[in-house]
């Protein structure tokens, strides 16, 4: 792969469905074999797959701007969850494109000769961004829904998994506002071992679950 821009195409929710044979010919039809297997626009994933991709990675804050593989970053981009890198908290909402768009003015407005008339709408469009990023983060912020990561346990090629220890706060399934859950993302010839059911199908592609640890404590 020669390219860091990646686009997350879909996500196949998990079902006790049995899914369908895709037919021969659906590889001459894109939108048939989707259809077929499932597949979903990455913001349609479940709340459980959401939580993986939003908190089961190894991203990063460098320099204010969050960094790491960017399939992590595709896939939270994706489901429309942001990354905190300093408290690391994910949350559903994002404002990544905010962002860019307003270090890109900020760096066209470096480069402008100053109380020229093309600095003084540079300089309006910079304010208006940045009221338009922080109107984006304190929604986001009042998002009830939030996961910490406590540990992360990072990608081993020997296990072919990664997993996070984290505190989910307002899960819309569970009826405690706050527990302690491990995040588990894999191979899924790896990831099927260990879960429960007994028929676990799927393309090669991440396979992904979501685990409460009982009567465990917010922090380990």
Known sequence: MTTDQLIAVGVINASKTKKKRISSNSNHNSS????????????????????????CHSLVSVDGKLVGDPIEL????GVEW????????????????EEAALRKAEVELEAM???SAQYVEAQKRVSSLQSNLNSV???????KRSVRIL???????????????????NHPSR???????CLVKGSPEVVRTILNEKDVRGVRARTLKYYEIPNSRSAL
């Not at 942001?82 to 408290?87: I, M, Y």
């Not at 983060?137 to 998002?143: I, L, S």
């Open 113 to 115: 000769k100053k109380n």
């Open 74 to 77: 595709s896939a939270l981009m």
């Open 151 to 169: 540990q992360r346990h990072h990608f081993a090629s020997k296990l072919q998994r990664m997993s996070t220890v984290c505190e989910v706060r």
């Open 137 to 143: 983060k304190e929604k986001a912020m009042r998002q």
């Open 175 to 181: 009826s405690s506002v706050s527990e302690t859950c």
């Open 32 to 55: 048939k074999w989707k259809r077929e297997l499932g597949l979903l626009t990455t913001n349609e994933a479940d709340i459980n797959a959401q939580l993986v991709l939003s908190s």
């Open 82 to 97: 942001n990354f905190d890198a300093k408290t690391n908290t994910s949350r559903p909402g994002t404002w990544m494109k």
